[in-house]
């Protein structure tokens, strides 16, 4: 099971909290991506290296 994640929604200036997420890793940089509650763009979160290879 994931952990919850909070996440930050720019579009709609709302904070909100997901286990359901993705992780990505892009430029040696890790993320956490999700689907927005208030719309069909995806919500990203910065992960340090060691939270990222453990949700990985």
Do not use: P
């Amino acid at each position: 099971m994931k952990i919850s994640l909070s996440f930050y929604d720019v579009k709609s200036k709302s904070k909100f909290d997901s286990n359901e997420y993705e992780v990505r890793q892009k430029n040696n940089r890790y993320f956490a991506v999700t689907k927005s509650q208030s719309g069909s763009h995806e919500c990203w979160r910065v992960l340090s290296k060691k939270q990222g290879e453990e949700l990985k």
